[in-house]
């Protein structure tokens, strides 16, 4: 068309990066921080405090991920969290290319000349992993091993070049990210017989620092209990050893688990009730809430939960009353019982 100029602008890249996908922690009004805890920290904060990422492996209901949160909130940096996940690819944890963005600009000034700009942008969102390496972040993932070990290939060259290897779209062009120096990785993860868990790359493994967490001691228990419940010390300890002591029965030794204890103490006090073996609601919350931990010991094909439960509520109360009487038990607590 004569009189008429047309321009079409090359491809850019626009970069769009989330400012609020992250969290402060800080330790609540319920944290518990026994000698048992304080050591995991203290050994965590060693490592992370020169670099190093630490991943905190073990059983269900160990506390990993409030460690990971502890140690992070001692490092005093913002936090991205992650959760592993089977469906997760790179892309997941940088950034992808989201689509593009189309701008149209007509220009008819002058009436005898029509001046046509179009632009083209392609839209990249970066991801968290991407987040938390450019601003220094702590990054936390959860459960890592549930994602497929091709998924976390990225984290390699961050480990340990702290470079970010990222696709030529991004920044028109820019391919790698150099890493923050402020930036550390807090890594959870389950045993590998778990149903849902990857066997992670020795490559990767190799990058990090591996604590491993077990349950923890009785008096942590005992006051993780009371802190999340709000009941009596008395009852908390005989929640916790009724716990500990149904952990050593059947062909699974990693369970009941601590929450498992929160649960039963946290109805106990909703209720009312007392931790003794004649209350009955103390009986069936037992029953219910550790029932799927003791279902696979039997005898003659028949389940014994129901049998075995009983029959460690009736030792636990009858050991604490005896030692109660014989002014072994443990001090009494505020709210004067024991």
């Given amino acids: 068309m004569s009189g008429t100029e047309l321009k079409i602008a090359s491809i850019e890249t626009e970069v769009i990066t989330p400012s609020d996908d992250n969290i402060v922690p800080e330790p609540g009004d319920r944290f518990v921080c026994t000698p048992h805890v304080e050591e995991l920290t203290t050994r965590a904060m060693a490592y992370l405090e020169v670099g190093y990422s630490v991943h905190f492996s073990g059983a269900a209901g160990t506390g990993k991920t409030t460690l990971a949160f502890h140690a992070a909130a001692r490092l005093g940096r913002p936090v991205i969290l992650v959760h592993g996940d089977d469906d997760f690819g790179s892309s997941d944890l940088i950034g992808r290319d989201a689509g593009y963005k189309k701008s149209r600009l007509v220009d008819n000034f002058i009436h005898s000349v029509v001046k046509t700009e179009e632009e083209m942008r ?5 991801n968290r992993l991407t987040t938390a390496c450019r601003d220094g972040y702590t990054l936390i993932y959860d459960e890592f091993t549930r994602s497929r070990p091709e998924a976390n290939n990225v ?8 470079i970010l290897n990222l696709p030529s779209l991004r920044r028109t062009g820019e391919g790698y990210l150099e890493v923050h120096p402020s930036f550390r990785a807090i890594f959870t993860s389950n045993p590998e017989e778990y149903a849902g868990v990857h066997k992670t790359q020795d490559a990767l493994m190799d990058r990090i ?3 491993n967490v077990d349950h923890y001691d009785r008096g942590t228990e005992i006051e993780i209990t009371r802190a999340k419940s709000g009941v009596s010390r008395r ?9 500990r002591e149904l952990r050593l029965v059947g062909v699974n030794n990693h369970r009941p688990t601590i929450r498992a204890a929160i649960a039963i103490a946290r109805v106990l006090a909703h209720s009312g009730a007392r931790a003794e073996e004649n ?6 919350l037992c029953r219910d809430v550790l029932s799927a931990d003791t279902a696979k010991v039997t005898r003659g094909g028949h389940p014994l939960m129901d049998k075995k439960v009983g029959e460690v509520i009736r030792k636990v109360c009858n050991n604490n009353t005896v030692g109660r009487k014989a002014g072994k038990g443990l001090p009494p607590d505020k709210e004067g019982a024991l």
């Fill in 122 to 126: 392609s839209l990249w969102v970066d």
């Fill in 155 to 162: 984290l390699l060259s961050i480990l340990e070049e702290k």
């Fill in 209 to 211: 620092i591996t604590i």
């Fill in 235 to 243: 009852d908390a300890t005989v929640i916790v050893d009724i716990v």
């Fill in 279 to 284: 209350d009955k609601i103390f009986q069936w």
